[in-house]
């Protein structure tokens, strides 16, 4: 092993002693040369181009000219190179064919990055923000601010002046085109997020976030969502989504910080079609847009579909209002959290609870679709008891009639969804919060199939 590799090194420096060294992006070198190849995995090359080297020895041996398969150097090769390169760092200077994946990496400051040699993150508009590629790229950190474009995976959109807050009026707009043709999905997550609240009708009507250009309806927002993520569908066109914040009436400290990660057509990770919110795991928390327990206030004409993947031997889902009793308006029940606050009267002095209600004849406004919801899991579920599918009230219970405690409440209908509706008018609602919900998934009984 070691003694190939000695070989391996020596052979190499020859090589390269004859050639000079350059530094190569290898994307566009293999683009035209073998265009009729699916476009390759986004790599660089630290080194003589292929094509030239190819030549090169093709002239000297008479080589036929075939591309070669390409090789990727594994991390212990490129330990044994910094082994090496620290024992003779004047000999390392000379050699080097280094091929990187442009993985994901983390930057010095936390952010997430791309791998890229340090002078391709220039060339694409990033800032190096430390090391990648055992040392051989730099993290490569896109962050853009008000008026900017990016057509760069995994890009910070901030406010001018980020981290300070932000209080004036404006249109402050993130235009995103695709890194890459094959490009379905874009996903948005809210590093932070605090803007003004809506009005006492629950519209968004002094600052806005308004996500355009996609094919996915995507509700206006406002209010806090940080920690809160949307995933949203793009056209097979070129055409650009366009990230707005608007920004205007009362003076507040605003501040927000989200990453646009760009989701391949065949990635394992992209969201069902349709999907605004999607998890993946056993368990979650599921927080509808601007849910906070001491300032969120429910935002009018929400419609949009939560997912959850079903994982492998799980069946069912099991919801419950998340526990946390901050924030309940005096007057109000202590003991009651506001995690599940989408119709009634609490603002009016907190005495008005209307209870769990059910059934879409009774929630008309404001309502959480849960498939087939019933309070008894399974069993009831299974013998073809009733189930609800429409929630609201003040109470989180799938069997309504004002019930005024909270249960957990399961579902065994596949795919794991639930959708969200608000009309246009919360005044009658101004004390409600939405909805916060932890889920776990269920395990499969022997009958049941997946
Ligand atoms: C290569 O190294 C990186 C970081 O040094 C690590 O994250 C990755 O898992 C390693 N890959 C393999 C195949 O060992
Ligand atoms: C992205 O950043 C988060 C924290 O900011 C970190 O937990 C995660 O590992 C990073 N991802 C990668 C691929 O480095
Ligand atoms: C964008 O980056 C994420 C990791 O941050 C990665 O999972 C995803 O595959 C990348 N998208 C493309 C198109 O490379
Ligand atoms: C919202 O509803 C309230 C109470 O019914 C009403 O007073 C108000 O005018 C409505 N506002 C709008 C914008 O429709
Ligand atoms: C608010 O409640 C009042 C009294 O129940 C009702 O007349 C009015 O239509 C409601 N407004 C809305 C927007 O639902």
């Known amino acids: 092993m070691r003694k190939t590799f000695v070989l391996g090194v020596i052979f190499l420096y020859l090589h390269v002693t004859l050639m000079r060294v350059s530094f190569v992006s290898a994307e566009d070198e293999i683009m035209d040369e073998d265009s009729d190849r699916s476009p390759p995995r986004p790599h660089h090359v630290l080194g003589r181009s292929k094509r030239e080297t190819n030549s090169f020895w093709g002239n000297l041996f008479n080589f036929e000219r075939k591309p070669k398969p390409e090789r990727r150097i594994s991390n212990e090769t490129l330990n044994k190179m910094n082994e090496f390169s620290e024992r003779n760092n004047r000999f390392l200077s000379l050699f080097t064919v280094v091929k990187f994946n442009n993985e994901a990496c983390m930057s010095a400051s936390g952010d997430n990055g791309t791998c890229f040699p340090q002078a391709e993150c220039v060339r694409r508009g990033g800032a190096s923000n430390g090391k990648c590629a055992q040392g051989y790229g730099s993290c490569c950190v896109f962050s853009k601010s008000c008026g900017a474009s990016t057509n760069q995976n995994c890009t910070y959109f901030t406010h001018n002046g980020y981290p300070s807050s932000f209080d004036g009026s404006g249109s402050c707009q993130l235009t995103v085109y695709k890194c890459a043709p094959d490009i379905c999905q874009l996903k948005l997550e809210f590093d932070s997020f605090n803007i003004a609240q809506p009005g006492s009708n629950g519209v968004c009507n002094n600052d806005q976030f308004i996500v355009s250009g996609t094919t996915t309806a995507v509700p206006i927002t406002c209010g806090v969502n940080t ?224």
């Open 227 to 450: 920690g809160n993520h949307m995933f949203v569908d793009v056209g097979n066109d070129n055409s650009p989504v366009t990230l707005s914040v608007i920004t205007s009436g009362p003076t507040f400290s605003r501040s927000w910080k989200i990453k646009v990660t760009q989701i391949k057509c065949n990635d394992a990770f992209r969201a069902p079609e349709g999907c605004l919110q999607y998890f993946r795991g056993v368990s979650g928390v599921i927080r509808s847009y601007n849910f906070d327990f001491t300032s969120g206030q429910q935002l009018s004409n929400q419609d949009y579909t939560t997912c959850i993947r079903q994982e492998r031997n799980f069946c069912g889902i099991r919801y419950t209002a998340c526990s946390d009793n901050v924030g309940y308006p005096s007057g109000g029940d202590p003991a009651r959290s506001r995690a599940f606050t989408l119709t009634g009267q609490l603002a009016q002095g907190g005495a008005g609870s209307v209870g769990a209600i059910t059934g879409s004849s009774n929630c008309v406004t404001d309502w959480v679709t849960i498939p087939c919801a019933t309070n008894t899991g399974r069993i009831l579920q299974m013998n073809g008891a009733v189930c609800q599918d429409r929630l609201c009230g003040d109470i989180f219970n799938s069997e309504g009639g004002g019930a005024s405690n909270q249960v957990p409440v399961y579902s065994y209908a596949k795919p794991f969804r639930i959708t969200y509706h608000t009309d246009s008018n919360e005044t009658n609602d101004s004390g409600n919060r939405g909805f916060c919900l932890n889920y776990i998934q269920q395990p499969c009984t022997p009958q049941q199939k997946k």
